[in-house]
């Protein structure tokens, strides 16, 4: 058992190390869950440490965790301060992205800073970096480190200080300014706590680098920090300041151990002479090699440079052409040099370098006075660190900045960079934004060679691009990937010329290994020859071979010349190889010579094949029996097989040939040279004159079908002396003729009729055989045979044959031929000419046409054509044009004009042509040409681009006169190419040359010949050409078949549109040939058009793509359109499908061009839902059921219940695996047949009994409720499922655009009136709200006068008091009453604050003592039922103002906003005022509105040509437009000066003419007896529409003309208009009442499932709620000091009185501040702020002010179902705000107290401050008024008042009222 337990342990362990070892091919690779921000080695170990977002970890050199943490998310908020705890209520989970990684080798810590806390950073271990060695966030400003700010840059380095001797390690840290950081721009920080210093402290306070000017004016981004011999360097890019925008980079440099930064100086640094390569994004520091050192040096840019010399290498991007990026190179020694001539100049030449300035001052103004000129010389050099006497920082003027050329450009950015060395030569890696790693040996002309082999993800390459600790790897990281790819892949090419021509600076061939390696691979390298450098691009070649080649019957060695060949060792074997022979060679002992090597046998030499002499024989050459040096190719030649080549001469071919072979005559046969053999029948090679031959053939033409003698020449046949011979042709067939010899050398045989008629002539070759042995003797007879018929059809043909042919017209076979074959005479003249067709038939009246004329017999030579004649009208022959016999072309003249005659026929403008040609002869045609006037009358379509390429179609009459060459069409004077000809005529029109578009209706002129023009007037117009607005998605992958949408304008004008891909050709691609990738467009109207991405199957690189789309003539290139390469699929997790129908598909790159609408998956023939699409991960809904297979063979393959799972994205689908259903248990039979049949007999049983019982219209009922129920249960699932969408949809945050707006407070005056006066009966019309007082002129002083006496009456305490006693005595003195003469008071005792409080006090006291006496303490300040509790009511509204202002006001203007945007966001019925989203229940629109956001480009008339985008709803009706466009247009005004709804007019141009939007006109439509109220959508405007907003300057609009003419009708009808929802008719009221209680439930209970939208608009609005409620409940911040005052005179009176218990006291502190204020300013904003508050709004803000009342009262609420809904709303909150309330009472209660003093003093400050803006003698007149109406009363009440008396204020109230009244009194 147990081994068997050991063998199971083994086969998992080896199964394990199988899969998981890293396979040959794959690359290493590490995955993490977040973005990757920094990586960082450690050089000792070789680890990676890799800060993420929230995640650190700690990887081995191949890329497995060895350790993890997380580092967040952190409950955090920038405007809290560390630590971060519950008082922070703003804190939320807060991503930590980690913003620095600095390894402390020597003391094995890692410094990790992160984006939380304000960027306070911790210690860790390097072993482990789970264990945290340092952190605390206690120790304030100080230990904040890096950026809170996710788009801020960090870059640090370690480094050292010393103070007192001693030395510590710190980090310098560079790190760009975000809006919550340290303003320090370059800090140095310390690593352990030393005197007063914590770890992280920032130890140099230099405010020279990070004074607080500089925060403003420039934005740095610091890309690479590095030390370097003593320094610091820091590369960065900046601006120049706030306004100028544009990026300069530069080098910053200070020493390491600087202890007042007096040695920092910054340089800029400039790629490109013209610096158009301006912000630096990564950097490397390296050294240059040999190689690359030399080239810098000799290119006289960089000064000299040497190989050890250190060089910073920069990658660029370009502001000025953001599509590219280059490389520059910096040594650091020209760095240096720059930099001290600069510091130099500063020190000691007043800044001055070649008589500019050169230096200035950064982040700070004292530039001018900075540098001195004082100084020696060397004071750059004595004080290189700087001093504090001398000037810092300092920099270069952009005029002395450091500039290099850029060694690399390239399309696209490069994000990354790092540099290495093989062998002296640098090779750089630079990494891109779209995740390639290029190549780049960087020789003098630095070229691309290859990419790293990563798979490419599309996501950037983040700068940190790092070698391993051997430099053999490098990592490369993208976005959440690091990969660990080899520098170079020389081993995977396993031939020389693949080796060299990789051009890798890494690789060459080990030719004595036969691979290709780098160097130090390659055993013997040293040596020469034996290593061959890939960039070198040259092999071991074979230069020659002695002897060149060699016959193949003989054997010899061959000696082989390698001059490349490396120099071998003794121990070293050396072979040949020919074809399989193998032999041994010998190399010449210096290595130089040749090698020697046997040839093979000829028996092992292949036989020669046909149709050659040679075979060639495929040589290698191989050392130590199998690595091949080098191969080539040695020819055997055959000196047999040479006759081959010409039959006809065998000797002649033999010794010609290249081979030096001889010919024997006696054996005739071709051998190998022989010097052995002689005599005269052999012929040396090269003697082809002395071969026995057979020449010069008389004559050389012989015409077919006679038969004519043939002479000829014979030489050298002495051999053959009374031989016979013959001869024959192919075309003799195979007869051989006897050759007869004459005198001599003379030959001749008697000829041969020959046949051959397929061209006039073709040469003959003739053979010559010996007559006994058929052996063919040397012939070079060739004779040329002619045909005379071919090709001469006719006589006149005939006649033009050249002479020598003897070819004449025989008449009786009427054929032409040699003159011996005709027995007849020839006849002197042709026949007449004959015409068989004239091209064209018709022709215009103003001729001027070629006319061609096809027939025969048409003359010799052009002369002879004497006379033409076209229907009777003269036509002038183009001789240049004239075929003989069978074409004459000319050009007509005008058709004859018919005298005038009274007949009626047309004139008859046809005829026969007529041609006269040479001795008189003439011929007619019978064909008929026609004059005639083609008459064009339409052109189709009338209108089309301005650039052209429309095909226009021209129908007419007569149209096809002429042919299509005579035709030109122009449009306006632009040609148009004629596409086809004939009855209709089409064109593609060209590109437009004028200047105005659209042009005028532009002529069509087709022009026939050369002076007969059509036009068709007006007949098109150039429009604009088509626009493209905007495209969606904007990507696609490679696989194609996207729907792209595109926007635009003017595509109905287009006739073709078409997208089409092309790849942007770069360095690697190997085709040069051009491909493109077409698709047309699925659909097109005016604005949209809908593409398939087209597929792309060209290119493995997806970036070099250009995306056009094709409008006609008009290509516009989609920016920024994308091909991503295909998603990949994993396998499938899990194959079944359980009941919740889920399956997870992962893979990679799915969201980079796919969303979950657009993908589609199939499981067997069914479509499945995709639900959630995220990048990784694809969710899918399976059919409940089971479908079926896909394909008919799996259907076939029943056992089988797998399905296909297919993934379709656009035209890619992918088989992702196989899935299959989960089977429920087989159920027993037994079980099944009872449970079945039993139930079944059951219920037959019932059905009869109910079916007795029940009659059919029960039935029909039954059906009827069934029916809406279902009915019900779908609608509200379909509703729950979209509020539950909306609901998420509305979850985000308000926040951003409140805070930056100015808030529009009241000033005091309006506050007090709003506050006062508003809610009085009149409204905004009070006189004390307007100001007006109606007094004669001359009564004005006397009244003055009079009330300021009334006013010194007021203010004895003793009249005040009895005055207000005696009118709250009288009854119809009521509450409202009441309340406006307590405002009055206010106003006019508002001079003297402190007496009108001391009244108040006086008047609470008696308020008090009445209740707490009639035993209901408790109702006291309930509600503002005497004059007193108004005065409490003004009293706290005067005493709050500055506090609203300064601190509750914010919160309650950010909820009010709020609020507003919320509503507005959703429909808003206009009529009802009801909203989508409201929290009010009553005031919640519950049917479901389809509406659509669009943002309109409003301009405002009269104020300039910008624009605003102003976002509204489609259903919107005019009116609310009109509100939210001066809402937002005049945001920046308060609603008092912005310009009403009705006095602005809104205009919409979608056309020529523009179109006045109302909410009724006569467009409106009618639904019954209601008309709906215009909304944008029923005017059709579309998003991004232009609309123009203009003051009406007569705001009486045609509305008012309306209603004086509808008069009589509004009687009748009352205001029948209705905006979203149609109240229910009186129609419809009657059905309901027909309709069942259910069906009034139904529509009830769908109403209350729109409840989840007020949670929604709570949930949004909950933080701003919070916020007020804080702002106003928060005792620990500032209290007002009236509140603190007053509650405590509560508290005492409270104590005075025995049964005011503590819930009685807290309801008097409630009804006196919360419920009395509070509530009040909560209602009302627009009491505070200049703003207006919409109905809809209210019944929000109501609902949130009766939770602010609920909260403040101490009884419980029972909430139950029945309770309204705004109560179970906040139900959840209440209990913490009642928790507020009690210990904001609670705080105020242990506050210091307020003395009668302090209050006065602040109270007398109030008076002073706004006194003088009121309306205080408007306010004693209104008044006196209640004096005047109670006088009788008031001095009776006086005279009963003893103090009165003695004040003898009754007499002065007289003397008030005569002055004011004119009254008599009784003195």
Known sequence: MMERWWVWQFALVALATTYLSPSQGKNMEFLSDTLINNVVSEPRTGRLYVGAVNSLYQLTPDLDVESRTETGPKRDNRQCTPPVTDACEEAVDTDNHNKLLLVHGAKDVLVVCGSVFRGICSLRNLSNVEQLLYFSDTKGEKSYVASAEESVSVVGVMSYFTKDRDNFTVFLVGKGYGSHDSTKLISTRILQDYGDWVVFDSIIEA???????????????????????????FLFSRTLGVQDTKNFTFISRMCEDDQGYYSYTELQLNCSATNKYNKAQAAYVATPGEVLAQSMTKSNQYGPVSASDKVLFVTFTSDEDPSTSAMCMYPLRSINKRLVEIIGACYSDNGIINERAAVYSPYSSKSEELCSGGNQNNMALRYKCGAEFLPSPLASKAEFALTAEPSLVRKGHMTAVAVAGEMGHAVAFLGTATGEVLKVHLSAHPEVYGRAPAEVTGDKVNKNLLFDSSLQHLYITTEKKITKVPVQACHLKTDCHSCVSMKDPYCGWCVLEGKCTRKQD?????????????????????????????????????????????????????????????????????????????????????????????????????????????SGEYHFYNCAATVRKNQNTPCISCVTSEWGCQWNAQDHSCSDKDEAVDGDHIVKPQQPHSCPQFESPEPLLIPVGFEIPIGFQGRNLDIYMGRRFTIGTELMKHTEKQVTQEQGSKFKFTGYEFAYDKQQEVNVSFHIKERDTERKIDSTLTVVLYNCSVGRRDCSLCKHADAMYQCVWCAATRTCVYRELCPSPQPAQCPNPEITDIIPRFGPLNGRISVTIKGSNMGIKKEDIKKITVAGVDCAHQEDRYSVSTSVVCEIGPARRTPPSDLPFEPNNSGAV???????????SQVIFTYRDPIPVSVQPAKGPAAGGTVITIRGKDLDTATKDDIAVTVGGVPCEVLSFGTQITCKTGRYRGQKVP???????????????????????????????????????????????????SFDLIQRAAMKVLPSTDEFSQNTAPVEFVQEALSKND?????????????????????????????????????????????????????????????????????????????????????????????LEAPSSQPRARSKRQRRDTTNDLLELVVKFGHGEWMVGSVYYARKDDIPLAIIIPAVIVPMLLFIAVSVYCYRRKSQQAEREY???????????????????????????????????????????????????????????????????????????????????????????????????????????????????????????????????????????????????????????????????????????????????????????????????ALKHQVEKGPVDAKMKKAKYTLNDTGLLGDDVEYSVLTLQVLVHGEGPDVTPVKVLNCDTISQVKEKIIDQVYRNLPYSQRPKVESVALEWRPGSTGQILSDMDLTSQKEGRWKRLNTLAHYNVRDNATLVLSRVLHTQSFHQHQDSYEEKNSLLEDDNTFHLVRPADDLD???????????????????????????????????????????????????????????????????????????????????????RFWVNILRNPHFIFDVHVTEVVDA????????????????????????????????????TYKKMVDDYYKGIRQMVPVSDQDMNTHLAEVSRQHTDKLNTQVALHQLYQYASKYYDVIIQSLDEDPAAQNRQLTLRLQQIAAALENKVTDL
């Not at 990070?210 to 610091?232: C, E, I, T």
């Not at 074979?542 to 010899?556: D, L, M, R, V």
């Not at 002076?1011 to 007037?1017: F, L, R, S």
């Open 1629 to 1715: 009221e009657v059905k309901s009442k027909r309709g069942s209680m259910k069906d009034k439930a139904m529509t009830k209970a769908i109403t209350e499932i729109y409840l989840t939208r007020l949670l929604s608009v709570k949930g949004t609005l909950q933080q701003f709620v919070d916020d007020f409620f804080r702002s106003v409940l928060c005792s620990s911040s500032v209290v007002p000091p009236a509140i603190k005052y007053f509650f405590d005179f509560l508290d005492e009176q409270a104590l005075r009185h025995d049964n005011v218990d503590e819930e009685t006291l807290h309801i008097w502190k409630t009804n006196s501040l919360p419920l």
């Open 207 to 233: 405010s020279a680098v990070q004074a607080n000017p500089f925060v403003l004016r420039y934005l740095h981004d610091f890309r690479f920090a590095f030390k370097d011999s003593g320094f610091v360097y």
């Open 522 to 630: 390659c055993s013997r390298s040293t040596e020469e020859n034996t290593w061959l450098w890939s960039p070198n691009q040259q092999c071991v070649k074979i230069e020659s071979f002695s002897p060149p080649n060699i016959s193949c019957k003989k054997t010899q060695q061959v000696d082989i010349y390698i001059p490349t060949h490396p120099r071998l060792r003794p121990s070293d074997r050396l072979h040949c190889v020919f074809g399989s022979f193998v032999s041994d060679a010998v190399m010449a002992s210096d290595s130089q010579g040749p090698i020697t090597c046997s040839l093979p046998d000829p028996v092992e030499i292949p036989p020669t094949p046909d149709q050659q002499d040679y075979v060639s024989v495929p040589v290698k050459v191989l050392v130590n029996d199998k690595i091949e040096v080098t």
């Open 1740 to 1775: 929000s803000l109501h609902v949130i002010s009766q939770t602010f009342m609920d909260a403040c009262t101490k009884t419980e609420h029972k909430l139950s179902r029945e309770s309204p809904s705004n109560k179970l709303l906040y139900a959840k909150e209440i209990s």
């Open 999 to 1049: 042009s005028d209706p532009l002529t069509v002129t087709v022009r026939y010949g050369k002076n007969t023009t059509k036009d068709v007037p007006a007949a098109y117009q150039y429009s604009e050409n088509p626009k493209i607005t905007d495209y969606y998605p904007k990507g696609s992958f490679l696989c194609g078949g996207r729907k792209i949408v595109v926007v635009g304008n």
């Open 1087 to 1179: 604005t949209v058009l809908q593409f398939h991405s087209p597929p792309v199957n060209c290119c493995s690189d997806s970036q070099s793509l250009r995306t056009l789309i094709q409008l006609d003539n008009v290509m516009e290139e989609l920016k920024g359109f994308d091909y991503h390469p295909d998603p990949t699929f994993n396998k499938l997790a899990k194959n079944v499908i359980t009941e919740t129908s889920i399956i997870i598909v992962t893979g990679r790159g799915f969201s980079k061009a796919m969303t979950a609408k657009e993908a589609q998956a199939f499981v067997g023939d069914a479509s499945c839902h995709v639900n959630i699409l995220q990048d990784d991960k694809l969710i």
């Open 914 to 924: 007529e041609v006269e040609v040479e001795g008189g002869r003439r011929g007619t």
């Open 1263 to 1457: 059906e009827k409720v069934k029916h809406q129920l279902e009915n019900l249960e779908e609608s509200v699932r379909d509703r729950c499922k979209k509020e539950f969408t909306d609901l998420m949809i509305e979850m985000e945050d308000h926040t951003s655009d409140l805070s930056e707006a100015r808030i529009p407070f009241l000033d005091y005056k309006t506050y007090t009136d709003r506050n006062f006066f508003l809610p009085s009966k009149d409204g905004a019309n009070d006189a004390m709200i307007t100001r007006k007082l109606q007094i004669p002129e001359a009564r004005r002083a006397i009244v003055a006068q009079a009330l300021n006496q009334f006013s010194n009456l007021l203010n004895s305490k003793t009249f005040l008091i009895n005055f207000i006693h005696t009118l709250e005595s009288r009854p119809d003195f009521n509450a409202r009453a009441r309340g406006y003469f307590a405002s009055l008071l206010t106003v006019a005792l508002h001079g003297k604050l402190e007496y009108y409080t001391d009244i108040m006090r006086t008047l609470l006291l008696e308020l008090m003592d009445e209740h707490v006496q009639s035993k209901n303490p408790k109702l006291m300040l309930r509600r503002s039922e005497t004059v007193v509790e108004r005065m409490l009511c003004n009293w706290m509204s005067i005493c709050l103002y500055q506090f609203l202002r300064d601190t509750a006001g914010e919160p309650l203007y950010k909820l009010f906003k």
